[in-house]
Structures are given as C-alpha cells and as structure tokens.
C-alpha cells in the first residue's frame, strides 16, 4: 500500500492505480480513500472521483464529477448522496439541460420542494404531483404556485383552497367574494382564521342575507348578540331549524353571565314567545345543560322522557332520565323524585323484555306485575302490556295475578283491543280461575336486615326506599351487592357475573361487560355512587320545594301500564312486549314488585 502512494506522489500514476485494482486491496476503503485524497491534492480528479466512488465516499466523488461536469455519473450516484448543496447543483443542471424529470427528482431530494412544484407545473404539466408535494410539505411558496396555476385555469375552488394554505387570505377572501364562493372559503378556513377573518366573512353572509352563517361567523368573531340574531332569525324563516337552533345554543351556552339577556331571549324563542310556535322541549334541555343550570334541564328531561313514552318510545324515554340522572350525579345534585320513579318503571320495562327473552318466566312477571301497576305511563300499548303480564303470570304460577289482569282485559275500554289470538286464552283464565299464588321469596332490606319480598322497593320496617338491581329488578342485598362500572348503578354482585361471564351489556347504560376485563368487587352501600348520592341529599327529592308526583317505588299504581304483546320495537323498545303463549319472546323490562292486592 505504501508503494502504491509513493508511486501516485511521484507521478507514476498507472503503477499506483494498478496497485489500488489489486483484488486484496479493493475491499480496503480506507486505503482506496487516502489514494484518491493524494489524487485530488494533485488534480486528477477523474481518477480521485473513481477512488472516492470504489470507498464509498459518495458526496465526494459527486463533488469532483460536478467539477468535470460528468452529469451521468452524478446522476447514478444520486440515491446515494447526503449532501443537499450537490443535488441542488445537479438539479439546476438537469434543468439547464431540459431533462426536467431528472431535474424535479434531484430538486425534491435536496428538499428544494418550491423549486419541484415550479417544475411539475411549468415543464411537466403534472399538477397532481405538486399538489401532492404542497399538501405532504406544507409550503407556502408552494401553494402559491399551484394557487396560480389554478387561476389561470379558472379552478377557483382549487385556487383559493391553495391561496389560503399559502396565507394569502386575504388574496382568497376576495377570489371567494367576486366568484360567490365564501361557502368553500368558510370551510377551508375552519378554525384558524383571525376575528377580522371572521368577521368579514360574517358580514358578506350578512350581506347575502344567509342568515345562518352570518349568525355563524359572528359568533366565532366573537359577537354574541348578532350572532343570535341571525339565527334566531334563520330558525324562524326555515323548516328545517335545527342545525340555527343547535348554533344559538353553543352560543348561548358560551357566553358569560353578563349575557344573560341572550339566554332569556333564547327561551323566550324556544318556548314559542317570539313567534308563537314552542319548539322542541330538547331544546331546551340542551340550552340548560350548556348552561350548566342542571335542576331546569333534570325538570324539562322529565317532561321529553313523558313526551317519549307517550309515543311508545320507550327506550328512548329510557335515555333521557339515564343521561339527566347521570349528569345530576356528576355534579352533586340531588335527583327529583318524580325522575327515579319514572326511570325505574322504564328500567322494570327493558328487564320484562330480557328476562322474558332468557326464558326467566318468573322474573319476567314480576317485572311486568310492576310496569301494569303504573300503566298509565304506557298509554301506546296498555292492551298489549296488560297482555303479556297476564301470559307471564299465568307461566310463571302466578295464576292469581293473571287472573285479576284478565278481568281488567274485559272491560269494556279495553275487550275491544285484545288480540284475537290471546281472547280465548283470556277468557279462559276468568272462566275457570285458579286462585293460587306462591309465596314470593324474601331476602333481607340492605339497611335493617329485616325479610322483605324480593321485588319490594321499600321496607315496611325501617321505611327506607330500597335502591333495584338493575339486573334483575329486584331490591339489592347487602351482602351481595357490587356495581355497574359504568354508571355507577347498583347491582346484586352475583347477577353481575353471570351477565359479565354472557358478554352481555348493562341493561341501564348499555356498556358491554366482560368477565375477563371487568371484576365486580363486593362494595357497601356507601360505597355505591348512586345510593350514597340519594343518602346525602334524603332531604331534598325535589328541586326548590317543586311538588312530585307521589310515587311508590313498589309501583302500587292499580292504573299502571303493561307491556306490548308484539315484538315491533325491536330497534327502539318502542312497543309491546311478545305475550304469545307458546313463545319464549314476550317484554324484557326489569322491575320486580308485585300488586299488593288482588285487585286489578
């Protein structure tokens, strides 16, 4: 190796590289290197390139190249060079040349990425690779280039998208104005845009009379008042007034106490004093709960959820009191009276339906004992529930049960409704009664220890209201008792994972259980969210001193509902439960109190 270097210094170049080809040597990089570094201190750069190349050396070797404008080589050196300074001198000679391809790959791998989009649409007409190239880098110049490019083809949707990535928005505000195009402005500017953006943009709605995204864009400028203004008065002149309405409330909901005339105005319109229309009590529900004025919003839920199971929309109803008792909950708020009795009969409704559908006869009757007590809550379907309880019972053994049903069947307000299918049946349970009953089972209160009929929700002992397991309905036990997760309601632990070992959901927050994810620990009864919550706040069922409907959380209502006798609320639990005598498919709902009395 030492002769070969003193045979490059002194001149004898052929012996020197002679000895570098050597077969032993090639592989020495290092050795490759000093040679080509004595070879270019004496300016044979061809040959130190070829050396530089052979050890690797990449960037170097491209340097010489370029000195001896050996553009080919540099060219099939190009993967592999670093240096951003080389690519961008063998791209601005690629240029030069008109190989324009070669040109925009040396360009985009010196990162020099305006440089690539002016190539891609002034040589190569490929605006798609350059719209790429701006969307992946975020280029300002960029998107200035492909802006106008797009203008000189007349794609002002493309141009002003492209004005505004390239912060040209003001540029693209009055492209969008001249062309009427501030609906694609608006959307491509979201978020980011200044108040001053904002507000012209509002202006120029407001001057177009759209009233809607005026009332829209004043609000992200930050004017409350005539943003409700203009959405108020989109609401009122449109039918479809839901997305205004929904708009008014975020409004509404954002501003701050010294705005409180917008909130009054904005009842005011829902509750029909503008126009004399009353909109949807939803509504107001939200405009309370973006208030944060939660006792209002619990009062107005109630009211939807009444509305909901008027119509037969049971679940729904369901979801309504589940989500306003959840947020009462979470803010520390007591919850009125009148909304745990009503969440609990449409509880007891869904577990009729899901004990039914398990086969659980029994539990399935008296969920359903408990929903026909309070059957006035179920206007859509009293013939049908009432159907389906005196089927249960009948099932279960309950016969005395069935039988006082029955006759509540035949009277003449409700004979009429019967389906042909289950008369005869009917008929027969009041022809030939079978006055006979079990005894229900008793398991003892969670609070004084004292025997009381499992689907009881009181203790005629300590006279405490007894919290349901909203798996079964029936009242909780203290020494089996866990809870939901998920919403905190309680359980008997026992039941919680068999329904966790189904992979089954929570009947009241619908959230899946799984026995290998979840444990349900043994909990007392402070310990459980819910029941700790209604401890604290005994005192105060209601709101402000409000009266509530008696409720009997036994469900002692000899005018209740009962379940639907057809499985047509599959999606919505929105009609009668399936009381077909041969059929395992009747309601699904999850209270379990009995009537106290054999009268019907």
């Given at each position: 190796m030492g002769v070969a270097r003193m045979a490059i210094r002194c001149g004898d170049l052929r012996r020197g590289l002679d000895i570098c080809q050597q077969s032993e040597l090639k592989a020495n990089k290092s050795f490759q290197r000093d040679c080509a570094e004595i070879l270019e201190t004496m300016k044979q750069n061809n040959e130190a390139a070829a050396l530089y190349e052979a050890a690797g050396s990449h960037d170097k070797a491209a340097y010489l190249y370029i000195k001896l404008k050996n553009w080919s080589k540099i060219g099939q050196l190009l993967p592999h060079i670093s240096s951003p300074k080389i690519q961008l001198q063998y791209a601005k000679a690629k240029e030069a040349e008109g190989q324009y391809r070669d040109a925009v790959t040396a360009f985009e791998a010196a990162r020099d990425f305006d440089n690539a989009v002016r190539i891609h649409l002034d040589h190569l007409n490929n605006p798609e690779a350059a719209v790429r190239i701006v969307k992946e880098t975020k280029s300002v110049e960029g998107a200035k280039l492909v802006a106008r490019f797009f203008?000189?083809?007349?794609?002002?949707?493309?141009?002003?998208?492209?004005?505004?990535?390239?912060?040209?928005?003001?540029?693209?505000?009055?492209?969008?104005?001249?062309?009427?195009?501030?609906?694609?402005?608006a959307d491509i500017i979201g978020d980011e845009a200044s108040t001053e953006d904002y507000h012209s943009i509002a202006v120029y709605f407001e001057s177009e009379r759209n009233s809607l995204q005026a009332g829209r864009f004043f609000a992200k400028a930050g004017q409350p008042s005539k943003a409700l203004r203009h959405l108020l008065k989109s609401a009122s002149s449109s039918n479809d007034d839901a997305e205004a309405i929904t708009l008014a409330i975020e409004v509404v909901g954002n501003t701050s106490g010294q705005n409180a005339h917008l909130s009054r105005q904005l009842v005011d319109f829902l509750m029909g004093e503008t126009d004399g229309v009353p909109k949807d009590a939803k509504y107001l529900f939200r405009l309370y709960m973006a208030k944060g004025q939660y006792k209002e919003a619990a009062k107005t839920a109630i009211i939807i959820a009444r509305e909901e199971q008027a119509q037969g929309n049971y679940r729904n109803a369901h979801d309504v009191l589940f989500k306003m008792h959840a947020e009462l909950l979470n803010n520390g708020i007591p919850t009125p009276g009148e909304m745990k009795h009503n969440l609990m009969i449409l509880h007891s409704y869904i577990l009729a339906r899901l004990h039914v559908k398990r086969g659980d006869h029994l539990r399935g009757a008296r969920m359903l004992l408990r929903v026909a007590q309070n059957i006035s809550k179920f206007p859509s379907h009293i013939v049908p529930i009432l159907t389906s309880t005196v089927i249960e019972c009948q099932r279960a053994g309950l016969k005395t049960s069935a039988f006082n049903y029955a006759v509540v069947l035949m009277r003449p307000e409700h004979r009429s409704e019967i389906d042909e299918k289950y008369r005869k049946k009917i008929e027969g349970i009041i022809r030939k009664p079978q006055k006979t009953e079990e005894e229900p089972l008793v398991t003892p209160c969670p609070y004084c220890e004292n025997p009381v009929v499992e689907s009881d929700l009181s203790c005629n002992s300590c006279r405490n209201s007894l919290a349901y397991c909203i798996i079964t309905g029936y009242h909780i036990i203290s020494s089996d008792l866990s809870q939901c997760p998920f919403c905190q309601f309680p359980g008997i632990r026992s039941e919680l994972h068999k329904v966790a070992k189904a992979n089954e959901s929570c009947p009241m927050c619908t959230n899946e259980f799984s026995s290998d994810t979840l444990k349900f620990p043994q909990m007392n009864l402070s310990e459980v969210k819910t029941i700790a919550n209604n401890a604290n706040n005994s005192g105060n069922n209601g709101f402000d001193g409000d009266n509530e409907e008696n409720e009997d959380t036994n469900g002692d209502y000899v005018n209740g509902d009962t379940l639907n006798g057809s499985d047509q609320e599959e999606n919505n639990h929105k009609g009668p439960l399936s009381a077909d005598s041969n059929s395992s498919n009747a309601t699904d709902g999850s209270g379990h109190s009995r009537p106290t009395s054999n009268k019907a």
């Open positions: 203008l000189r083809l007349g794609d002002f949707n493309s141009a002003i998208q492209f004005l505004i990535l390239s912060k040209c928005v003001d540029e693209a505000f009055q492209l969008a104005k001249q062309h009427g195009k501030m609906d694609l402005f």
